[in-house]
């Protein structure tokens, strides 16, 4: 029997477990946190204090007591215990899937479950006993959207609900009418991918009036097969305070052909995303709390559930840019922004600048100098 996919599971919430075991497979990580959301709404009403996010490492000794032991803060007292990577190789470690394979049976088959065990993988083959005892109570959740050019049925079928879904969403959560034509497009210009989808639906915000129907030459027009992972690793590059490697990238992505005007729109929205964190941080810090606690409750209020997967990046990058750097990026922004719609209109030069600006040495960018 396949696996429940995402686009029906998120359009019957219902099936959503609440406790035993669940797999989620895939590599599309926003459909994923999409379908996680969905479950954790039903199984942990509580919030937060009731699940707990494991890492790559995740021991079987752990987890079974995470999900096995009666929360002390839940009406309900349920646990979940949300495990990633369980088919990968980790640290010449086998993966969990394999490594904790009689075991997850064994789990699967008893008859009462105080917790909900969640395991998260790229893969989950079909004919595996494990999967077989899931699949037909609703417990494997696709979370993949299939190529363009498949030619199964199921996956065609699969293909144009996703493209509903694309409508669905922009609708619900930006305002946006995509009719169908548009919706197709602009998920074949984000390669598939539903994260690459909800990056572009953040561009057309800036770009269209709340509650307009985007046309599909709209979609040609304004999206136009933006690379947003190049862009985004432009970003990471220089938040990472290596502005050198970030400019090579930049150059890379020009020479593509994609706009200044384009990539900018990805470096606004990453910058806005560090100004609100800093804000928030500052924010705690004259509440009395420390440094370290709120550096990590603003990450939690930025990211929310996914802030586990982002966490140490996300610590990284805002100790190299720094509170009083992080103070200055809207005013460079705005600059950037009105240079690209005036004078620098056909040049990089308001990009690269807000690249160096983050160089990890550099004290001399406008605000900076002492």
């Known amino acids: 029997m396949p696996a429940l996919h995402v686009f029906d599971f998120l359009r019957s919430p219902d099936k959503a477990p609440v406790n035993g075991l669940c797999v989620l497979i895939g590599d599309d990580y926003f459909l994923q946190q999409q379908a996680l959301d969905t479950i954790l709404a039903k ?5 937060a204090d009731d699940v707990r996010w494991f890492d790559d490492t995740a021991e079987w000794a752990e987890v079974i007591d995470e999900v096995s032991t009666a929360s002390l803060f839940s009406s309900d007292g349920l646990q979940v215990a949300v495990v990633p990577n369980v088919d990968k190789r980790i640290n010449n470690r086998d993966p969990f899937l394999k490594t904790n394979k ?66 669905t969403w922009a609708k619900i959560s930006h305002q946006l009418n995509l009719p169908q034509d548009a919706a197709q497009r602009l998920l074949e210009l984000s390669h598939d991918n539903a994260g690459v989808v909800e990056m572009n639906l953040l561009k057309l915000d800036l770009l269209v009036e709340e509650g307009s129907t985007v046309t599909q030459q709209q979609v040609d027009e304004l999206v136009g097969g933006w690379e947003q992972k190049n862009t985004f690793e432009v970003v990471d590059f220089a938040l990472a305070g290596k502005a050198g490697q970030a400019l090579q990238k930049l150059d890379n992505l020009l020479r593509d052909g994609e706009a200044p005007q384009q ?48 966490r140490d990046k996300t610590m990284s990058q805002l100790k190299q840019i720094t509170s009083y750097r992080a103070g200055f990026f809207m005013q460079w922004l705005l600059e950037a922004d009105l240079d690209l719609k005036n004078r620098f209109s056909k040049s990089s030069l308001p990009l690269e600048k807000l690249l160096i600006y983050l160089e990890e040495d550099l004290n001399t960018a406008p605000g900076l100098r002492k």
């Open 43 to 47: 199984a942990s009403p509580e919030g």
């Open 102 to 167: 009689e075991r997850l049976e064994k789990y699967n088959q008893a008859e009462y479950h105080p917790g909900l065990m969640i395991l998260i993988a790229n893969s989950f083959p079909g004919n595996t006993k494990l999967y077989k005892s899931l699949a037909p109570a609703n417990r494997v959740i696709d979370c993949r959207i299939p190529d363009h050019a498949t030619w199964k049925k199921d996956e065609k079928e699969t293909r144009r609900k996703a493209v509903k879904w694309v409508a």
């Open 263 to 310: 990539i900018f729109g990805g470096l606004s929205y990453v910058y806005r995303q560090f100004v609100r964190m800093t804000r928030t941080m500052q924010k705690y810090r004259r509440q009395g709390i420390p440094g370290g606690q709120s550096l990590q409750s603003c990450i939690n209020d930025e990211f929310g559930k996914r802030a586990n997967f982002v």
